[in-house]
């Protein structure tokens, strides 16, 4: 088993490419940012930009291509969206069909890739002012939750906010808010802290996706908006073919995670 | 002349609708946002969306509309993009050839509205906090600069950053910073601070847009990417119709300019 802990991205990208590489990509090219994919065809583009466009903290649009492209521009130099992530998903009508290691013999014309933000990003930050990640101490999955917020509707597209959760002692509270708060390109500061109940999650210890976490006394759990959002709201909408990464199986940037937030918003 | 200072935004958009009210709405209904007008048809719709987003510092987006529709829903409820700013602007291949009070006979069923954020918001908190907005001092329109800076193209969609400048006493430069820095619903942090040769910029005396002003010693001149640039960019493409809201001339919305942010960010 290769480590890929401190291969740059190209070559965690290459590695993906050649199938050498099929597994997840947690904790490869350290430092770099890691993305969420969504293809969709062009007819459903307008209706998923307007949803991320009205819903940036669960959908942080990190690049979109133009119809037919599959070679990355911004956040990597000609990367290719069909072979340089370890292995994806497609779904027909809403369904999930296969898992292949590449998009060669499926890939349309029509197609539009979207790169999505992830937490990865600012779940480093939080580490490095010593606020705690459970799901990272735990080796785990971050515990993921269907809140009953719904998220604004664009054309077809429409759906409840998904959240993630993390456990902060009270006295941290305040700082990860601030560190987060700096951070919109990456779901930015948390949308409910406290009480599950208030935002229709019926019990902590039971998510709907993920692994339940522990939450230790004086400790409260803060929740961020969450990347499957958007996903869940287009597969909501049972298009003929959707394409995402398989989970933990992400599209690797060249734009290092402390540049992200200067990166979407620079000029 | 009627003061609508101290107006609900509802009835400044009552009086842009009857027609009572045709002027510049600066300083009318104060606390509250206003906001860009572009007018697109959906042919330009999904390329002018991606542009923006590729730009989120320059084209802040407030609010978009489904194709045809002219009734807002998120920064006022079933407030009329046809009528209820107080004059318009229409650019046929990219030269303006009227200056409509309302829009009821220029309507198309394939026009997409799209409101973008102006600095009004952020003006408002800089003198809360002490720091001096020159020419709103001086009495005078912002100076405007085109840079030699390009945004990120899209589609069709191409140009130039277009900055507006506000100078600055050194001192108070890190707190102007701050303060914009945690607004990135209304162009957020400067994207150039000092030698505006760096940008491009001749001669600080004579914008491209606007007037100019002062520049006291001891100050700086502060560059923040300016709600020009997207309709600006638009122009450019010369597309068969485009409709503006005149210069001045702003859609006042029912959102507090203190709450901009959350409002969009907002689940």
Redesign the interface.
């Known amino acids: 088993m290769t480590d890929y802990s401190k291969a740059t991205p190209q070559q965690v990208r290459d590695a993906a490419r050649k199938g050498l590489l099929v597994g997840q990509t947690s904790g490869m090219a350290q430092g770099y940012v890691q993305a969420n994919l969504a293809v969709l065809p062009m007819n459903l ?2 209706d998923f ?2 949803f ?7 959908c942080p ?1 990190i690049e ?1 291509g ?1 119809e037919g492209d599959y070679l990355t521009r ?1 956040i990597a130099d000609g990367a290719d969206i069909r072979t340089d992530i370890p292995k994806y998903r497609v779904y027909r009508d809403g369904i999930m069909t296969e898992e292949p290691l590449d998009l060669l013999e499926l890939w349309q014309d029509d197609f539009v890739f979207f790169l999505l933000g992830c937490s990865f990003s600012f779940e480093n930050r939080l580490m490095a002012a010593g606020v705690p990640v459970r799901h990272v101490e735990e080796k785990t999955n971050v515990p993921i939750y269907v809140t009953n ?1 719904q ?2 509707p ?2 077809v597209f429409h759906g409840p ?1 998904v959240v993630s959760m993390r456990p902060i002692p009270g006295r941290l509270i305040s700082k990860a808010v601030e560190i987060t ?2 951070l ?1 390109a990456v779901h ?1 500061s948390p ?1 409910h802290i406290g009480d599950p109940s208030v935002i229709g999650i019926k019990d902590i210890g039971k998510p709907d996706f993920g692994d339940p976490v522990t939450i230790k006394p004086g400790e409260v759990p803060v929740f961020w ?1 969450c990347g499957v959002t958007p996903q869940a709201a287009a597969l909501a909408t049972k298009p003929d073919i959707m394409i995402t990464h398989s989970p933990g199986h992400m599209f690797v940037g060249d734009i290092k995670d402390s540049m992200i937030q200067e990166f ?4």
């Open positions: 583009a307008y930009l307007l991320c466009t009205r819903n940036p903290k669960p649009l979109v133009s911004f917020i998220c604004r664009a054309g906010l708060s700096r919109p930015g949308v908006a979407i918003y620079g000029v």
